[in-house]
Nanobody, 115 residues
């Protein structure tokens, strides 16, 4: 069974930084595409960034040049470095992957950006 466990959320002032991590188990991590999604209050879940097994990255427009996704195949983790955070980045952030035709999600970690 695939398990994804996020960590690193919290509260920060606008312009601040946070680093999220997701520890994966139960899958061949090295070949998995890994994603970060977020769900702002009252809104639908949206993809923030993803990274393929070949380390190709994709970002939603609103976070380009501020967020960086990376992966460590030895530690089986995927990270999201978030800089210059804005109030509109406030959301629950989820780690996601698709394995053998099924979607797997972490439990989510809250990120709050407020002055």
């Amino acid at each position: 069974q695939v398990h994804l466990v996020e960590s690193g959320g919290g509260s920060v002032q606008p312009g601040g930084s946070l680093r999220l991590s997701c520890k994966a188990s139960g899958l061949n991590f090295g070949i998995a595409t890994m994603d970060w999604y977020r769900q702002p209050p009252g809104n639908q879940r949206e993809m923030v960034a993803n990274i393929t097994s070949g380390h190709t990255t994709t970002y939603t427009d609103s976070v380009k040049d501020r967020f960086t996704i990376s992966r460590d195949n030895v530690r089986r983790t995927v990270n999201l470095q978030m800089n210059n955070l804005r109030p509109e980045d406030t959301a629950v952030y989820y780690c996601h992957t698709r394995n053998r035709g099924r979607d797997f999600w972490g439990q989510g970690t809250q990120v709050t950006v407020s002055s």
